[in-house]
């Protein structure tokens, strides 16, 4: 069944559902991570792919920017495509002054400064938050979750790349879903930082909400390419490349939750 914004068939997608914003970052998943991928959707350039992953079907498709584009792909894929859980592979700010370059975050929870969902329950002030079994399996798979040892160090060996995401650090708390990209907002964000938001980024609250409204599972797991609290960001490149470990976690958590 083809919608306005997905033109896969019945059956093109698979249950489970990788989700980064940008369409280059989905080819690439596709072709570097999945087996026997195919191209299932190309609507305006936002593209989608299913294959397999240890024998497991998964599709990949790419969400574009903001909680309006993400609202619109996630409700298609839950209400029309048969999709139960999705999992968003992004970037984000950070706003902890804890975190580096590299570093993976678990959004546990997703605040936001969108009226999207203000008005969904009148009287509530609604809670975005995901899976409690996709961010569980996550953090296990991670090594951060309760009676877990964090996984040993991978070799030093290699690419440039490759050594980066083996020291990066995987965190589990909040991040702030904002409307806006470009904001001088100095006294909010140390207010946030102050409460235990690690992070910013465009997408989480948006998915969460659509999620809860259409049955369906979701979480969010972030690279941090940039810095709030210091000047200190990935080039576009490594912002393409730098996010295998959160695709793997984001993987494990689909296999094991």
Known sequence: MATPHITAEPGDLAPDVLMPGDPRRATRIAETVLSDARLVTEVRGIVGYTGTFEDRPVSVMASGM??????????????????????????????????????????????TDSAMTAGRIPGVHYSHAPSFALA?????????GPGTTPPPPEPASGSRRRRRVARSTVHVGAVFSSDAFYAD?????????????????????????????????ALAICTISDLLFREASLPAADRELLFDRAVALGLAALATA
């Open 66 to 111: 903001g909680m309006p584009s993400m609202t619109i792909y996630a409700t298609e894929l839950f209400r029309f495509f048969g999709v139960e859980r999705i999992i968003r592979i992004g970037t984000a700010g950070g706003m902890a002054p804890h975190l580096e370059l590299g570093d993976v975050v678990i959004a546990s929870a997703a605040h």
């Open 136 to 144: 569980a399996a996550a953090a296990v798979a991670a090594g951060v």
């Open 185 to 217: 907002r100095k006294a909010t964000d140390e207010r946030l930082v102050a409460h235990g938001t690690l992070a910013v980024e465009m997408e989480a609250a948006g998915l969460y909400a659509t999620a809860d409204a259409e049955g369906g599972q």
